[in-house]
């Protein structure tokens, strides 16, 4: 029996860590990060808000982050489906009770989690010693730039990342270690998101940063210019609003840079 036991258990451990050569992305970070260390592959299905896949690479649209065909990704034979908080609970259940294997990304709070998120895309898709190369780099990138970071310290900064309505980024969102990394002050509090601009402004921010949010930024940054005397910057939404170590890196240069000018 004991022998037995010995035999079944190294199995057992395979079965559990085993790689996901088929894989469904219904998170577009997930698959941004499977394209940067190397397993864009992998990724069979993603959804229309996912990059478009690598050259050879055959990869289906399943649905949007929101709505998904579980028929087509059951079609797609996935060994794994990757899903976010914006899956609806139906799907995820459908999914499981099909015995398919759901791995759920929350969205990230910080750097580190968006690090531990791209080192378990890693481990799942047999890629964890690309995906933890990657993790190295950019973490001695983050170290060296917040070293070298914006002359306007403690600077009181609102991030705004979605409009109609308002939306800022709060200290629980990935986006605050980008203002702690440089020093600067966030004036949103954990559940003040929605803040209206009069809100923001009654808080006399001395940076506005701003999302592109598909090209809808721009109008958003004249608003504030019109309106505030505070230091404005325009950030690439594909890298602030993509929680991915390569992009996180991307954004906090882009805004140390802004600052410097």
Known sequence: M???????IPLALFAQFAVAQRVVSLV???????????ADANIVGRTSYCPKPSSGVVSQVVGDVMTVSV?????????????????????????????????????????????????????????????????????????????SASPIKNAKTYVQI????????????????????????????VGDGGCSREVVMLRKPDVVVVSSMG?????ELLLWQKSTTAKTVLIDESVLGCPTPIFF?????????????
Request: proline share 5%; charged share 20%; hydrophobic share 45%.
């Open 71 to 147: 028929e087509t990704i059951v079609a797609l034979r996935p060994d794994a489906v990757i899903a976010s908080p914006f899956t609806q609970k139906a799907v995820v259940d459908r999914l499981k009770s099909l015995k398919i294997k759901v791995v759920l990304l929350p969205t990230p709070k910080s750097f580190r989690e968006i690090c531990d998120q791209n080192l378990e895309v890693g481990r799942l898709t047999g890629h964890e010693a690309q995906a933890a190369s990657v993790n190295r780099a950019q973490s001695l990138a983050v170290d060296s730039i917040s070293k």
């Open 28 to 38: 577009p970070s997930a698959t941004f990060a499977a394209m940067q260390f190397g």
């Open 2 to 8: 004991r022998s037995l036991l010995l035999f079944f």
């Open 249 to 261: 890196r991307k954004a906090l240069e882009q805004l140390c840079n802004a600052l410097r000018l």
């Open 162 to 189: 979605g409009t109609r309505p308002t939306w800022g980024a709060t200290p629980d969102y990935y986006i605050n270690d980008i203002l702690v990394l440089l020093g600067l002050t966030n004036i949103l509090n």
């Open 215 to 219: 090209g809808l930024g721009n109008d």
